[in-house]
C-alpha cells in the first residue's frame, strides 16, 4: 500500500489524517548551495511538503547520451535534502513541464523529428519518454516513499485537459510510470472547469485543479468533476511571471494570504505555486505565443513567499500566520533577510568584438539557402547567416515566414536593422552600398514555447531570404560558442562607447562572498556570467533591471564579470547592488 492514500474526503499518511501544505521550489532554478536554505525556509513557513518539476531537457539533452544528474541537475541529493529537513515532496515528472521553462522541458532533439505528435500517442513520444523514465525512476527509487524516501505522490502529465484529450496517452504515461515500479499515488493537475478536468483526469486517479482566486467556484468545479475524494489546488497561484516589454506582476500579500485562507478553511490540501521561484539561469527560459510571440525574462522572482534570492517576502509572514490557523507552524523565528554584497563597481576595461570572432571560428556549414537551427542541430542561444548581395541600391530584404526569434541584420559590417519574431517582421528595408557586398544576420533564440501548440517552433531564418525580389543563395551559417569564453580574444579597450556586438570583460574584488544584483545602466541587450557562471539575458525594455547573482558563485578575492552586448553601450561600468530592480509593479 502507499504510504499516502486517499479517504472520501481526504488524505491518510501512513494511515493517519494528513492535509498536503505544500509550496512549489524548482530545485533547477536555485543553486544547489542554496537548497538546504529554502528548504529550511519552507519548513519554518509551516510548510509540510515541497512540490518540484523535472525538466526532461535538462536531465536528457541527447537522445543516446546518459542521464544527467549532478550540479543543479542533482535531483536524487535535492530529496534526501528535503527528507532530512523533514519535508514530503509531490514530484512532476512531465513528460511535459511547461512551468514557463524553454520548450516546457520538452528535449529539442525530441521537438525536431519530423511530424512528430507531441503529447500524444505517437509512438516516437511515448516511446522516447519510455526510455528517459528506463534512465530517470532507477536513480530515484530510493527516493520514492516505497523505500523510504520523501516522495509521496508523483504526477500524470501537466494540465493535460488544456492542450489535448488523447486517454489512451495519458494511461500510457499512468502505465509507464507504474510499470517501471512507481507505488506512490499519481495524480493529475487541470485548470478548474469541466472541460480542463474531463479531458486531463483518469479513473482511479486523483484529480487536482490549478486556481488563484475564486476558491469556493473553483473547489466547487473540483468536486462536481469528482464527487469524492480529497480537494486538492495543485497550484494556488500567489503570483505571475513577467514577459520581456511587459509589466512585473505582483499580488498583494493580503489578498492571496486571505484565499489562502479559504482553501484550508474548505479542508483543501494546497500547493503554493510559486514558494520560491528563483531564476531562469542561462537560457533556460520559456516564453508564451497567444497572440505574438512573448518571451519570459530571465529572473522567476513570480511575487512569491521567497524572493528570488530567498529572502522572506510579504507573503511569507502572512502564509505563516494563516496556516498557523489550520496546523503546527515551527516555534523557531521566521527567517530574515540573507547577506548581501556592498555596492561594487566594475570596469569593464577589455572587449571582443562579436562579428569579426565569428567569422574565424570553424564549424561554418554551408548551403544554398539559410538552415534553420533545428536542422544545423544548435538548440538554444545564436546563430550568425553570412553571404553576399549580388545587386547594389536601396531595396527590401524579406525573409520568408519571419525569423525565431530576433535577428539583427548587418551590411559589411553596419548594423542595417532588427526583426523581431512578436512583430512578426518579414521585411526590412536597407541600403546596400555596392554589389557583393556582406550581409550577416545574427539571430537569437529568445525561447521556446511553454504552452500550448506552438512548443516546437523552429528557430533561426526560417525560410528563404530575398533582396529586391532575387533570392540570396550561398549562405554560411555559424553556431555562437558561449560555452568557453576562455576563448574569447579579449583585449584592452579605452573606448567610452560601443556600438557593435562584443564581449566585455572586468574584474572586481570581493572581501566575503554574498548575493548580489547586477545592473547595468548603459547597457542595451545580452547575457552576463560572472566567474564562468551564465546569470542570464538582461535587456534595457524591462521589466527586469538587474540579475540575481546567487553568493556562491563569488569567490574571495578577484571574481570575473563577461557581458555579451549585442547592441550598444554608452559606457564601460557595471554595478553590483544589494537591491533588485524588477520593475514597476502592476498588481
Request: a negative charge; glycine letters at 12%.
Amino acid at each position: 500500500m502507499p504510504a499516502l492514500t486517499t479517504t472520501s474526503d481526504g488524505f491518510l499518511l501512513h494511515g493517519e489524517p494528513f492535509r498536503i501544505i505544500s509550496g512549489a521550489m524548482h530545485y533547477f532554478r536555485v543553486h544547489p548551495d542554496q537548497w538546504v536554505d529554502r528548504l529550511r525556509k519552507a519548513r519554518l513557513m509551516g510548510l509540510n511538503t515541497v512540490e518540484t518539476y523535472v525538466p526532461w531537457n535538462l536531465h536528457q539533452p541527447a537522445p543516446d547520451g546518459p542521464l544527467v544528474l549532478d550540479g543543479f541537475l542533482d535531483l536524487p541529493r535535492f530529496l534526501r535534502l528535503a527528507q532530512a529537513e523533514g519535508l514530503h515532496v509531490l514530484l512532476r515528472p512531465g513528460p511535459f513541464i511547461c512551468a514557463e521553462w524553454n520548450d516546457g522541458g520538452l528535449p529539442a532533439w525530441l521537438l525536431s523529428v519530423p511530424g512528430i505528435r507531441l503529447r500524444s500517442s505517437d509512438p516516437r513520444f511515448t516511446d522516447a519518454f519510455d526510455g528517459y523514465l528506463d534512465l530517470l525512476l532507477p536513480a530515484l527509487r530510493p527516493q520514492l516513499a516505497a523505500s523510504g524516501g520523501p516522495v509521496i505522490a508523483v504526477q500524470v502529465e501537466n494540465e493535460y485537459g488544456a492542450y489535448g484529450d488523447d486517454t489512451a496517452y495519458l494511461k500510457h504515461v499512468e502505465q509507464a510510470l507504474r510499470g517501471r515500479g512507481v507505488e506512490e499515488l499519481l495524480f493529475t493537475c487541470d485548470q478548474a472547469n469541466s472541460r480542463d478536468l474531463s479531458a486531463g483526469s483518469l479513473p482511479g486517479v486523483l484529480a487536482t485543479a490549478t486556481f488563484g482566486s475564486r476558491v469556493e467556484e473553483h473547489l466547487g468545479a473540483l468536486r462536481t468533476h469528482r464527487p469524492e475524494g480529497p480537494l486538492m489546488c495543485s497550484e494556488f497561484w500567489i503570483g505571475w511571471f513577467d514577459h520581456w516589454g511587459g509589466p512585473h506582476h505582483t499580488r498583494e500579500a493580503g489578498d492571496a494570504a486571505a484565499d489562502l485562507d479559504r482553501l484550508l478553511s474548505a479542508g483543501a490540501s494546497v500547493n503554493i505555486y510559486m514558494f520560491h521561484g528563483g531564476t531562469n539561469f542561462g537560457l533556460t527560459n520559456g516564453a508564451n505565443h497567444h497572440h505574438a510571440y512573448s518571451p519570459t525574462v530571465t529572473s522567476y522572482d513570480y511575487d512569491a513567499a521567497l524572493t528570488e534570492c530567498g529572502d522572506p517576502g510579504p507573503k511569507y509572514h502572512a502564509f505563516r500566520e494563516v496556516i498557523a490557523r489550520h496546523a503546527p507552524v515551527p516555534e523557531e523565528p521566521a527567517p530574515v533577510p540573507g547577506a548581501k554584497l556592498p555596492l561594487t563597481t566594475v570596469e569593464l576595461d577589455r572587449r571582443a568584438p562579436l562579428l569579426p570572432y565569428l567569422r574565424g571560428l570553424p564549424g561554418t556549414v554551408r548551403g544554398d539557402g539559410p538552415a534553420t537551427m533545428d536542422e544545423l542541430g544548435v538548440h538554444s542561444g545564436h546563430l550568425l547567416y553570412r553571404t553576399t548581395v549580388p545587386a547594389a541600391g536601396d531595396g527590401l530584404l524579406h525573409f520568408a515566414g519571419g525569423v525565431g526569434d530576433r535577428a539583427q541584420v548587418f551590411v559589411d559590417g553596419a548594423p542595417a536593422g532588427v526583426l523581431e519574431r512578436e512583430r512578426r517582421d518579414e521585411t526590412l528595408p536597407v541600403r546596400v552600398p555596392h554589389a557583393g557586398a556582406v550581409l550577416e544576420v545574427l539571430v537569437e533564440n529568445l525561447g521556446g514555447v511553454n504552452y500550448g501548440p506552438r512548443t516546437g517552433a523552429p528557430k533561426g531564418l526560417l525560410g528563404p531570404v530575398s533582396f529586391q525580389g532575387a533570392a540570396l543563395r550561398d549562405w554560411e551559417c555559424r553556431p555562437v560558442p558561449l560555452d568557453d569564453l576562455q576563448a574569447v580574444p579579449f583585449a584592452p579597450s579605452s573606448a567610452a562607447t560601443d556600438a557593435e556586438p562584443a564581449f566585455h570583460r572586468g574584474t572586481f574584488e570581493v572581501e566575503s562572498p554574498a548575493d548580489t544584483f547586477l545592473s547595468l545602466p548603459g547597457w542595451t541587450k545580452g547575457q552576463a556570467w560572472v566567474n564562468g557562471f551564465h546569470l542570464g539575458r538582461y535587456w534595457n525594455r524591462g521589466p527586469q533591471h538587474t540579475l540575481y547573482v546567487p553568493g556562491p558563485v563569488l569567490r574571495p578575492g578577484a571574481n570575473d564579470l563577461v557581458l555579451l552586448e549585442l547592441h550598444a553601450t554608452t559606457g564601460t561600468r557595471a554595478l553590483l547592488t544589494d537591491t533588485p530592480d524588477l520593475g514597476p509593479e502592476n498588481v
